[in-house]
């Protein structure tokens, strides 16, 4: 199993750009979930998934930021415009539907920069 | 609010020596917990989980965790540090009988493992 998959692994964009980040879960998992990490704020939770439906995105900071998940193998974070407050580490993690205790799997993060 | 707590920022110790990094609950009910480490620019991997039975969990990397209800904490424990082990740790929970697979972390803690 390739594990969750994240992509760019770094990201170095200017204020203003748009900024999309990818990720695809492991095959299986109905739950996806969306984290920000900073030095500041720590591990936030932004916003998940069930079934490709978002559930909960009240963690999702502003109108500029837009998730969507538009199939059980693939979603999408998309921060436009991006501003320098939005530099961060995002990850992804997926699960199993309806097991709360299963564990959540993390992807290896995207490293955000915005200059 | 449900929330855990991991009260110190920084915990030091030996190699070759007894470690304990703290967290501590408050959530209603008797919820799953959680621990999962984060090395170096990685996403946060999986150690262990408390559902129901034995108070002591074992998980990987030699890490075990200790349940107490009394208490309201799942301290994580090794007994014998590695420089190795030098990471960031988090503890968690999400709730038994709730309908999401939603994790709520605490802030985390840094380990650091003197050689």
């Known amino acids: 199993d390739a594990g969750v998959i994240q992509s760019p692994r770094h990201e170095v964009t200017e204020m203003g750009q748009e900024v999309t980040l990818r990720c695809k879960p492991i095959?299986?998992?109905?739950?996806l979930f969306w984290y920000r990490q900073t030095m500041m704020r720590g591990l936030e939770l932004l916003i998940y998934?069930?079934?490709?439906?978002?559930?909960?995105d009240s963690g999702m900071p502003e109108d500029r930021f837009s998730a969507k998940m538009p199939n059980a193998s693939f979603s999408t974070l998309k921060i436009q415009p991006s501003e320098p407050r939005d530099s961060a580490v995002y990850f992804c993690a997926s699960s199993r539907s309806g097991v709360p205790s299963y564990e959540q799997y993390f992807g290896p993060g995207t490293r955000l920069t915005v200059t | 609010a449900q929330s855990v707590a991991q009260p110190e920022d920084q915990v030091n110790v030996a190699e070759g020596n007894p470690l304990t990094v703290k967290c501590t609950y408050s959530v209603s009910g008797n919820p799953y917990l959680f621990w999962y480490v984060q090395y170096p620019n990685r996403g946060l991997q999986f150690l262990l989980k408390?559902?129901?039975?034995?108070?002591l969990v074992k998980g990987s990397y030699g890490f075990e965790a200790e349940f107490n209800k009394s208490q309201t904490s799942f301290h994580l424990k090794k007994p014998s540090a590695l420089v190795s082990d030098s990471a960031l740790y988090f503890c968690a929970f999400s709730l038994r009988g709730g309908a999401t697979n939603k994790l709520i972390f605490g802030t985390g803690t840094l380990l650091a493992v003197q050689p």
């Open positions: 095959s299986g998992h109905d739950y």
């Open positions: 408390y559902i129901t039975g034995d108070n």
């Open positions: 998934f069930n079934n490709n439906v978002p559930i909960d």
